[in-house]
T-cell receptor, first 114, second 113 residues
Framework: QQQVKQSPQSLIVQKGGISIINCAYE??????FPWYQQFPGKGPALLIA?????SEKKEGRFTISFNKSAKQFSLHIMDSQPGDSATYFC?????????????FGSGTQLTVLP | DAGVTQSPTHLIKTRGQQVTLRCSPK?????VSWYQQALGQGPQFIFQ???????QRGNFPDRFSGHQFPNYSSELNVNALLLGDSALYLC????????????FGPGTRLTVL
C-alpha cells in the first residue's frame, strides 16, 4: 500500500520531443507528489510538485498531470533537451502526524538525443 | 546559501565494521531525513529526526541508528555492516517536520567489501 509504481524504466526521446513518465499509487493518504531529477553522482533535486486537489501544474517546460480518481500522475517534459538527460523519480509524501516521509518510484532513465 | 552537505563523499568498509555518516541541513531547516539508494533504485526512507528525536522510521533494522544535534546536523550510524548495505546514503532537510519540500544532499557512497 506504500508503493509508488513508475514507468517506463527507460526512455529515449529526440531533441525537441515530449518526454512522458507515469506513476501510480495505492495509498489515498498520500497528500503531496513531487518529482525529482538526479544526475549521476548527485543527489536528487526537486523539480516540481503537486497536491491532489490540483489536476495540473506547469513550471516552464515541466508539467505534472494528476488524476486523483485513477490514483495516477505523470510528468511531461516539453521541448526535451540533451541537458534533460537524467534519472527522474516520482515520489509521494505522507504525514504520520509527527513526521513526514517520501516514498519513491523506481526511477526512469531519460536520454534525449541531439 | 549553502545547501545540504554530507561527509564523507565516499567510504569503503569491510563486513562487520561500523560506519558513521554526517549531514548538515540547509540553512534555516530543522528537520533531517535519511534515505538509502541502492544502485538503479529509488531512495528508501530510513528515518527522520526533529528536535533531536527520531520521529519516524522506515523498514530498516536496528543496526541503523541516528542522532540529531542541537545545531540540527545529524549522523547516521550503521553497525555490523553487510554487503547489502552498499549504497548511496542521502540526507534530506526540510524547513520543519511536517513541511512538504525535502532538499537532498549529494550523498555518501558506501561500499562494503
Amino acid at each position: 500500500q506504500q508503493q509508488v509504481k513508475q514507468s517506463p524504466q527507460s526512455l529515449i526521446v529526440q531533441k525537441g520531443g515530449i518526454s512522458i513518465i507515469n506513476c501510480a499509487y495505492e495509498n489515498t493518504a498520500f497528500d503531496y507528489f513531487p518529482w525529482y531529477q538526479q544526475f549521476p553522482g548527485k543527489g536528487p533535486a526537486l523539480l516540481i510538485a503537486i497536491r491532489p486537489d490540483v489536476s495540473e501544474k506547469k513550471e516552464g517546460r515541466f508539467t505534472i498531470s494528476f488524476n486523483k480518481s485513477a490514483k495516477q500522475f505523470s510528468l511531461h517534459i516539453m521541448d526535451s533537451q540533451p541537458g534533460d538527460s537524467a534519472t527522474y523519480f516520482c515520489a509521494a509524501s505522507i504525514s504520520s502526524g509527527s513526521a513526514r516521509q517520501l516514498t519513491f518510484g523506481s526511477g526512469t532513465q531519460l536520454t534525449v538525443l541531439p | 546559501d549553502a545547501g545540504v552537505t554530507q561527509s564523507p563523499t565516499h567510504l569503503i568498509k569491510t563486513r562487520g565494521q561500523q560506519v558513521t555518516l554526517r549531514c548538515s541541513p540547509k540553512s534555516g531547516h530543522d528537520t533531517v531525513s535519511w534515505y538509502q539508494q541502492a544502485l538503479g533504485q529509488g531512495p528508501q526512507f530510513i528515518f527522520q529526526y526533529y528536535e533531536e528525536e527520531e520521529r519516524q522510521r522506515g523498514n530498516f533494522p536496528d543496526r541503523f541508528s541516528g542522532h540529531q544535534f542541537p545545531n540540527y546536523s545529524s549522523e547516521l550510524n550503521v553497525n555490523a555492516l553487510l554487503l547489502g548495505d552498499s549504497a548511496l546514503y542521502l540526507c534530506a532537510s526540510s524547513l520543519t517536520v511536517l513541511y512538504n519540500e525535502q532538499f537532498f544532499g549529494p550523498g555518501t557512497r558506501l561500499t562494503v567489501l
